[in-house]
């Protein structure tokens, strides 16, 4: 089976209390769940195109454990402190 990942793209931070209150609850939600962040922050560098404000990549075991892990009580719960202060994308992609 091929692994998943989770993918946010942060376009623009419009509250940051939020962001570090949702972070605090949404980590450790979706770890609770199979987890495991490879890449989060806001140390971007350009290559092509403009960059977000933020990514973050998270690991799981299938996009099935990464469905689940997004539909958890903990992680809606965390999703809930984030409303209105980002502008986002967020995604599974299979991998190889």
Known sequence: MAKAYLVAVYYKIHDEEKLKNYGADALPAMM???????????NISE???V?????????????EAAQKAYNSE???AAKKK????VDRMLFVIEGN
Do not use: D, M
């Open 32 to 42: 609770a769940n199979g987890g495991t962040a490879l890449a989060r922050g806001t």
């Open 47 to 49: 290559i092509e195109g």
């Open 51 to 63: 960059p977000p404000e933020r990514a973050v990549v998270v690991e799981f075991e299938s996009v």
């Open 74 to 76: 903990a992680y809606q």
């Open 82 to 85: 984030l409303e209105g202060g």
